[in-house]
Nanobody, 122 residues
Framework: QVQLVESGGGLVQAGGSLRLSCAAS????????MGWFRQTPGKEREFVAI????????YYADSVKGRFTVSRDNSKNMVYLRMNSLKPEDTAVYYC???????????????WGQGTQVTVSS
């Protein structure tokens, strides 16, 4: 069983930066690919980024590529999402996700965090 707790969301002006953190419980953290999704009211949860269990492979949605960076620290059971050059359209609830396999959609996700709100003002 893995529990995920996000933090670091908030209000930021367009062009600003935020770093989201996700703390994971459990002894097998490094066996999970970890990722981030986001969701706005009335829309489906959207894939943002993923990092492999060892941290050597990452993949991003086109909408955030070059602006967001996903990383992890397996010694601390932490995963991060550094968000630069934020835009109003990045406003959403951001969710941390874990799956014991690679993923780029929300199908088959093993564990979800509770979400953290990111609001980007224009």
């Amino acid at each position: 069983q893995v529990q995920l707790v996000e933090s670091g969301g908030g209000l930021v002006q367009a062009g600003g930066s935020l770093r989201l953190s996700c703390a994971a419980s459990g002894r097998t953290f490094s066996s999970y690919a970890m990722g981030w999704f986001r969701q706005t009211p009335g829309k489906e949860r959207e894939f943002v980024a993923i990092i492999s269990g060892g941290g050597g492979t990452t993949y991003y949605a086109d909408s955030v590529k070059g602006r967001f960076t996903v990383s992890r620290d397996n010694s601390k059971n932490m995963v991060y999402l550094r968000m630069n050059s934020l835009k109003p359209e990045d406003t959403a609830v951001y969710y941390c996700a874990a799956r014991a396999a690679w993923f780029v959609t929300s199908e088959g996700i093993d564990y979800w965090g509770q979400g953290t709100q990111v609001t980007v003002s224009s």
